[in-house]
């Protein structure tokens, strides 16, 4: 990465990129389609790149366009039609448990479209953490990134994945991931975007298929002017004693956010909640669309959306006790955001607090 210009480099530590490789234990690196780094040193653990996974194991073809349909929607399609597959396959074999994160890098830097295929397999007992980081070059001014994640969360195995975005206000972005977790599996998922893209689009789904699987979205938000997000997640509890809990805090400063989640409880002794909550700084537009479905007596759903901007007694209050109205508004913008992500290392969760600090000084 040593040809990288420091404004790079910058722009990449802030999606959770550790160059040092010092708290990871796994690294793969894409700059457009281009495949420059995979290696892995966690034992039982392999890092592919997808052309050569499904080279060397046959089995992989198994979970290759299953939790996400090739003819999904037209990105899927786009991807699904190139002649050579991009993107990244790891494997964690039985009983594997990795204290330390695999990180996935991809790098927008000059071509105009760049399109990912990932596929995560946890098989049985096995635990895994996974950080990935998309990012557009400082010069790149316009571009799309179309990525189809696939992740399959074995009996008893433990997934996190955390997605941090650093992208260009002329970047669009469309993300295409499913989830699928069997019995008393666990998938936690952690997604962030601070900073000014030109649009999100994406949807990921988690299908509980075994009993007591469970599954957690954690998603925090800013839409600075002329960015449009419109995402969300959900979860279908397709088994008995299953769960999951979609979270998202949301930011706008003059960008519009759709904020979208479901849950379907379609089986016994099942449990759902969605929370969303949007401050609205300056101009912009925030839409909470939480839906709750269940389909037989035995399940429990909730949801609660709060929209709105900040109270004035909040800053007054604090104002009284010696701040001035700037930092007191900052000291509540930076509560509101503080919401500590299930599963995360400590040194990923102190990057990320400092993007938020970061963050705030734009807002």
Same mark, same amino acid.
């Given at each position: 990465?040593? /040809?990288?210009?420091?404004?790079?480099?910058?722009?990449?530590?802030?999606?959770?990129?550790?160059?040092?490789? %010092?708290?990871?234990?796994? $690294?793969?690196?894409?700059?457009?389609?281009?495949?420059?780094?995979?290696?892995?040193?966690?034992?039982?653990?392999?890092?592919?790149?997808?052309?050569?996974?499904?080279?060397?194991?046959?089995?992989?073809?198994?979970?290759?366009?299953?939790?996400?349909? %090739?003819?999904?929607?037209?990105?899927?399609?786009?991807? +699904?039609?190139?002649?050579?597959?991009?993107?990244?396959?790891?494997?964690?074999?039985?009983?594997?448990?990795?204290?330390?994160?695999?990180?996935?890098?991809?790098?927008?830097?000059?071509?105009?479209?760049?399109?990912? /295929?990932?596929?995560?397999? *946890?098989?049985?007992?096995?635990?895994?953490?996974?950080?990935?980081?998309?990012?557009?070059?400082?010069?790149?001014?316009?571009?799309?990134?179309?990525?189809? @994640?696939?992740?399959?969360?074995?009996?008893?195995?433990?997934? @996190? $994945?955390?997605?941090?975005?650093?992208?260009?206000?002329?970047?669009?972005?469309?993300? %295409? $991931?499913?989830? &699928?977790?069997?019995?008393?599996?666990?998938?936690?998922?952690?997604?962030?975007?601070?900073?000014?893209?030109?649009?999100?689009?994406?949807?990921?789904?988690?299908?509980?298929?075994?009993?007591?699987?469970?599954?957690?979205?954690?998603?925090?938000?800013?839409?600075?002017?002329?960015?449009?997000?419109?995402?969300?997640?959900?979860? &279908?509890?397709?088994?008995?004693? @299953?769960?999951?809990?979609?979270?998202?805090?949301?930011? !706008? @400063?003059?960008?519009?956010?759709?904020?979208?989640?479901? &849950?379907?409880? +379609?089986?016994?002794?099942?449990?759902? /909640? &969605?929370?969303?909550?949007?401050?609205?700084?300056?101009?912009?537009?925030?839409?909470?669309?939480?839906?709750?479905?269940? !389909?037989?007596?035995?399940?429990?759903?909730?949801?609660?959306? *709060?929209?709105?901007?900040?109270?004035?007694?909040?800053?007054?209050?604090?104002?009284? %006790?010696?701040?001035?109205?700037?930092?007191?508004? *900052?000291?509540?913008?930076?509560?509101?955001?503080?919401?500590?992500?299930?599963?995360?290392? *400590?040194?990923?969760?102190?990057?990320?607090?400092?993007?938020?600090?970061?963050?705030?000084?734009?807002?």
């Amino acid at each position: 990465m040593e /040809h990288l210009s420091e404004k790079d480099r910058e722009r990449l530590a802030l999606t959770g990129l550790e160059v040092e490789m %010092r708290n990871r234990c796994g $690294s793969f690196f894409q700059i457009d389609q281009n495949v420059v780094q995979t290696t892995c040193m966690a034992e039982g653990v392999e890092m592919l790149p997808i052309k050569a996974a499904l080279e060397k194991y046959d089995w992989v073809k198994d979970y290759y366009w299953k939790a996400v349909p %090739r003819d999904k929607d037209k990105y899927t399609r786009y991807v +699904a039609d190139q002649e050579t597959p991009q993107g990244l396959v790891v494997i964690a074999h039985p009983g594997t448990k990795i204290e330390m994160p695999l990180q996935a890098c991809l790098f927008l830097r000059e071509g105009p479209v760049q399109h990912v /295929h990932n596929i995560f397999i *946890a098989q049985e007992d096995s635990e895994i953490h996974i950080i990935s980081g998309c990012a557009s070059s400082w010069q790149k001014e316009h571009g799309a990134h179309i990525g189809v @994640t696939e992740i399959y969360v074995g009996k008893g195995a433990k997934v @996190t $994945s955390t997605m941090i975005h650093n992208w260009n206000r002329g970047i669009a972005v469309f993300p %295409r $991931s499913a989830t &699928i977790v069997e019995e008393g599996g666990l998938f936690l998922s952690n997604y962030v975007c601070m900073q000014p893209v030109r649009k999100v689009s994406m949807y990921p789904t988690a299908s509980l298929v075994g009993e007591n699987a469970v599954a957690r979205f954690s998603s925090i938000v800013v839409a600075t002017p002329g960015s449009t997000l419109d995402l969300g997640s959900r979860a &279908i509890l397709g088994a008995e004693d @299953t769960s999951a809990e979609l979270v998202t805090r949301a930011i !706008t @400063t003059g960008g519009t956010i759709i904020s979208r989640g479901h &849950i379907l409880g +379609a089986k016994d002794n099942t449990r759902g /909640h &969605i929370e969303c909550r949007g401050l609205i700084l300056k101009d912009g537009i925030i839409h909470a669309i939480p839906e709750i479905e269940g !389909t037989i007596t035995g399940t429990e759903l909730s949801h609660e959306a *709060a929209v709105g901007k900040i109270a004035r007694h909040e800053i007054e209050y604090l104002m009284a %006790r010696g701040l001035s109205e700037e930092e007191a508004t *900052a000291t509540i913008i930076r509560g509101f955001l503080d919401v500590k992500i299930s599963g995360l290392p *400590a040194v990923l969760q102190a990057q990320i607090d400092a993007a938020i600090d970061k963050a705030e000084s734009g807002f």
